[in-house]
T-cell receptor, first 116, second 113 residues
Framework: GAGVSQSPRYKVAKRGQDVALRCDPI?????LFWYQQALGQGPEFLTYFQNEAQLDKSGLPSDRFFAERPEGSVSTLKIQRTQQEDSAVYLC??????????????FGSGTQLSVL | QKEVEQDPGPLSVPEGAIVSLNCTYSNSAFQYFMWYRQYSRKGPELLMY????GNKEDGRFTAQVDKSSKYISLFIRDSQPSDSATYLC?????????????FGKGTLLTVNP
């Protein structure tokens, strides 16, 4: 595809519901990242995949958050038993190589999650 | 103290003005710095990245790193209404990483026609 695609664009959930957010990275990109952006803040790192391997999940706020990338392309971020504090924009990004020091990171437009 | 600090603004300037956006960072070991631009309801897009100290220029944009004061800046010359966006500084070096970006809060810039 032309860029990183995320769906849904907007998601409203009742507190306690489970949600699944999808990311389609740019074809052939090895690295995939999830970031969380609260209102008025910069994005905060959640997790990192290199192909299908989840190499870093240190940013996931709790065990209610789970991410997977089973075939090394599409990724899903799942949030169980959503809480109001989970309300944020969830951004997915991909890059061709394995680092970001000299690689361009391409972001999707994000999924805006609102938990009522 | 956050590892990357950025004044959130907002900043409002007339068209044609020179804009200066700034961040400070806490760890002198940081080497790479990036500036991202984020339009409303879009993801961030990379504007420029710099390594170590000095200036880097790309068209109307200049990125500057001063390692002695741990200060990074983005200058925009001849600012245009299309430059209105949130500007985020970032480093991938936090925690010894070479992939995990740490962002500032972002500065919201409005360029008025």
């Amino acid at each position: 595809g032309a860029g990183v695609s995320q769906s849904p664009r907007y998601k409203v959930a009742k507190r306690g519901q489970d949600v699944a957010l999808r990311c389609d990275p740019i074809s052939g990109h090895v690295s995939l990242f999830w970031y969380q952006q609260a209102l008025g803040q910069g994005p905060e790192f959640l997790t990192y995949f290199q192909n299908e391997a989840q190499l870093d999940k240190s940013g996931l706020p709790s065990d209610r958050f789970f991410a997977e990338r089973p075939e090394g392309s599409v990724s899903t971020l799942k949030i169980q038993r959503t809480q109001q504090e989970d309300s944020a924009v969830y951004l997915c990004a991909s890059s061709l190589g394995a680092t970001t020091t000299n690689e361009k990171l391409f972001f999707g437009s994000g999924t805006q999650l609102s938990v009522l | 103290q956050k590892e990357v600090e950025q004044d959130p603004g907002p900043l409002s300037v007339p068209e044609g003005a020179i804009v200066s956006l700034n961040c400070t960072y806490s760890n002198s070991a940081f080497q790479y710095f990036m500036w991202y631009r984020q339009y409303s309801r879009k993801g961030p897009e990379l504007l420029m990245y710099t390594y170590s100290s000095g200036n880097k220029e790309d068209g109307r944009f200049t990125a500057q790193v001063d390692k002695s004061s741990k200060y990074i800046s983005l200058f925009i010359r001849d600012s245009q209404p299309s430059d209105s966006a949130t500007y985020l500084c970032a480093t991938p070096n936090s925690g010894g990483s070479n992939y995990k970006l740490t962002f500032g809060k972002g500065t919201l810039l409005t360029v008025n026609p």
